[in-house]
């Protein structure tokens, strides 16, 4: 069985189980998605899935668009706006039942269909690679939901390995186009307890380092939830990254981590 598609099922358990607490005052607090609730970030995943499943998309006109950023989040917005209008135990039965169609879905792929050739939203890819980024997603919404309320978790684990992998496949970029960083500089990120990333400079290009080097130019030191957060654009990273060496390369290289769309 492919691992995306247990992390996935891991993912979902773990939303269900974390929403299935909420009370209605929970449902309506905002998160750090720009202009999206706690129900707002479920709504989303159960709309994101349900098209995978080849549903229509809810014929539906969203009033306010002005909070996203490019036509991804508009579209994403469509699914989200459509259910505003009901309670928070209505997304999640629908969230429930999307998930269980989804996953009796994909344990039927065989490897053919998972190395099939698709346009990802990164790009690009196959559906396995696809499978990737909805583990990412989903992991990264729990995240937003958890910071919303401050019930931390959810935090290490194969899943919060997946998203974390998918993430750090872009330290390269962030580090030498977005931040800008010299040629021979070496950067170290120390994400949570488990992830420890370098990444070089050299001929003018970033690039992962096969080694740690003994004297990093910059370390950066980030909690698994906050290196969410802030790779993600979110509005509420909370502000305890932890810089050690060039400090002027260190924060322009966490001003660039929110390279997602």
Known sequence: MNTSIENLSAAWRSLEGLCSTFTEDDWRQPTGCPGWTVQ???????DYESRALGRPAPDHVPDDVSHTKNDMGRSNEVGVDYRRTRRGGEVLDEFREVTAARLGQMRAWSDDVLAQEIMTPAGPGTVADMLTLRVMDTWSHEQDMRRALGRPGATDGPVADEA????????????????????????????????????????????AAETTPPSPTVTIGVPV?????????????????????DQRLGHAIVDALGFMP
Do not use: N
């Not at 707002?40 to 159960?46: I, N, P, Q, R, S």
């Not at 040629?183 to 050299?202: S, Y």
């Not at 957060?229 to 509005?235: D, I, M, Q």
């Open 40 to 46: 707002d970030a479920l709504a989303h995943l159960v």
């Open 225 to 245: 939830t906050t290196f969410a957060a802030l790779v993600g654009g979110r509005t509420d990273a909370p502000d305890d990254v932890r810089i050690v060496g």
């Open 164 to 207: 974390i992998a998918y993430f750090a496949r872009f330290l390269p970029y962030v580090v030498g186009k977005r931040a800008g960083a010299p040629d021979g500089a070496t950067i170290v990120f120390e994400i949570g307890d488990a992830h420890r990333l370098p990444i070089e400079v050299k001929h003018g290009r970033a690039r």
